[in-house]
Nanobody, 116 residues
């Protein structure tokens, strides 16, 4: 059974930084591309970023490119998202996802709120 547990969310002022983590279990983490997806209040899910199995390919949505960095540690079965220069429009629940089109493979999410 796929289990993904996110952590690291919180309240931060505009311009601040947060680092999200996602602990994975129940599957061979190192064999899969991994994703971050977010969902803002009243909106549908938005893809944020994807990383390949060993990190050689990293893609980002235009809304976060240049501010967010995705990474992974396969020895620790952990996915990360470093978020810098945060904006109020980044406020959302952030999900770690094995398959971004299948919600059953997402974690429970961690809330990120950007506000002064």
């Amino acid at each position: 059974e796929v289990q993904l547990v996110e952590s690291g969310g919180g309240l931060v002022q505009p311009g601040g930084s947060l680092r999200l983590s996602c602990a994975a279990s129940g599957f061979t983490f190192s064999r899969y591309f991994m994703n971050w997806v977010r969902q803002a209040p009243g909106k549908g899910p938005e893809w944020v970023s994807t990383i390949s199995t060993v990190g050689e390919i990293r893609t980002y949505s235009d809304s976060v490119k240049g501010r967010f960095t995705i990474s992974r540690d396969n020895a620790k079965n952990t996915l990360y998202l470093q978020m810098n220069s945060l904006k109020p429009e980044d406020t959302a629940v952030y999900y770690c996802a094995k398959d971004r089109s299948d919600k059953s493979t997402w974690g429970q999410g961690t809330q990120v709120t950007v506000s002064s």
